[in-house]
């Protein structure tokens, strides 16, 4: 199905951010937007009116919607931690 849409300056806005920061083209995160609505029922889950499969599909969405090829920027190796004599 095609759907077009016209959006408020500042909420495209937002959408292409979102977007770029997941490493995801528009559509495809908007696509991942809509079904994680619709995984949920049309709501936001809340912790006081929703099952913990309500708040596992969340997460399990929220998750699916960053992207696998963020860098690492973590250096936790022993010559970082320890200096150079690795002690």
């Given at each position: 199905m095609t759907v077009?849409?016209?959006?408020?300056?500042?909420?495209?806005?937002?959408?292409?951010?979102?977007?770029?920061?997941?490493?995801?083209?528009?559509?495809?995160?908007?696509?991942?937007?809509i079904e994680s609505?619709?995984?949920?029922?049309?709501?936001?889950?809340?912790?006081?009116?929703?099952?913990?499969?309500?708040r596992a599909r969340a997460w399990e969405a929220w998750a699916a919607s960053h992207s696998l090829n963020t860098p690492v920027i973590l250096n936790d190796s022993r010559e970082a931690i320890y200096g150079d004599d690795g002690r």
């Open positions: 077009t849409i016209e959006l408020k300056p500042d909420i495209e806005a937002r959408v292409k951010t979102e977007a770029e920061a997941r490493g995801l083209p528009v559509e495809d995160y908007i696509e991942s937007v609505q619709l995984a949920n029922g049309g709501r936001e889950p809340s912790s006081e009116n929703s099952t913990p499969a309500d």
